[in-house]
């Protein structure tokens, strides 16, 4: 384990310790000379008006994402366990979206989120005309936007984790379980649920650490707005750091996005393993 140990304490630990540092200074990017400005940059940010603005659409993202990203992949992984003889198949489209990149995935369905685009024609085709929206452009729903390519693209993928879960489920409980009367929905909550805690915990740690840090798809789809309707603060980042030359504040919001992430993982960790040894 050495050098791999080496090698990520170079890549890894030091750059972030040596970015961490320059959130207490006035660093531009652009120089080596900073100067070091306290706690100035982290006040900044939670004074900014725009700063809180993305840090409410971030959390809404990410849970947004956590809840309906794990439910969907939980339904399909049920729905593909049983035998279905096309499942093999089934799970193979469902997963198919997770392994492209999300770039593409996000030009795919800016057209498809088009004015005059596939999801408006069809709904002008069935009739349907009320329903067509400015899905890209309206502050009002923009958000659930991202979100749903954020869960079509990621269910498959927390499908796959599920369903690696319902292998560990010893067939001979669940057709006990049948056997003395219980339901689909019994035999799910008494039975298979309690093997799939580690699956849970997996899957929503990383679905709920890849909303947080969400960029490709909104940066893609939006740049951010209408406006700054759908300001991440992975996008904030990017706005000051790249185009305003303020590396010194990005940094903070990075070191602000990074206790947020681990406070959240924690929190959902410690319940989950809470709930399962009960």
Do not use: C
């Not at 010893?170 to 008494?190: C, H, M, V």
């Amino acid at each position: 384990m050495l050098p791999a140990l080496i090698f990520y304490i170079f890549v890894v630990v030091i750059p972030s310790l040596q970015g961490f540092r320059f959130a207490f200074t006035d660093w531009s990017g652009f120089t080596k000379e900073y100067n070091w400005a306290g706690l100035t940059q982290f006040r900044r940010v939670l004074e900014d008006s725009d700063t809180r603005g993305a840090l409410w659409h971030t959390f809404v993202i990410a849970i947004g994402v956590t809840i309906f990203q794990n439910l969907l992949g939980l339904l399909l992984a049920l729905g593909l366990f049983s035998k279905v003889k096309s499942r093999n198949l089934l799970r193979t489209l469902f997963f198919a979206p997770a392994v492209v990149a999300p770039v593409a995935t996000s030009y795919l369905w800016q057209y498809m989120y088009a004015p005059m685009g596939p999801i408006n024609s069809l709904l002008q085709t069935l009739g349907l005309d009320n329903l067509a929206q400015d899905w890209l452009g309206d502050p009002s729903i923009v958000l659930n936007s991202i979100i749903v390519v954020v869960i079509w693209q990621f269910a498959g993928y927390s499908m796959v984790i599920f369903l690696a879960g319902l292998e560990g489920v010893p067939k001979e409980l669940i057709e006990a379980a049948s056997i003395d009367g219980a339901n689909y929905l019994q035999r799910f909550w008494f039975v298979i649920r309690q093997f799939l805690y580690p699956a849970i915990t997996v899957t929503l740690m990383l679905s709920i650490i890849g909303g947080f840090k969400l960029f490709d798809q909104v940066f893609i789809l939006t740049g951010g707005g209408p406006g700054q309707a759908s300001q991440t603060i992975s996008t904030m980042m990017y706005r000051n750091a790249f185009l305003f030359g303020e590396f010194a504040f990005s940094t903070a919001l990075a070191v602000l996005l990074t206790i947020i992430v681990s406070i959240f993982s924690a929190v959902q960790y410690f319940l989950i393993t809470k709930i399962d040894k009960t």
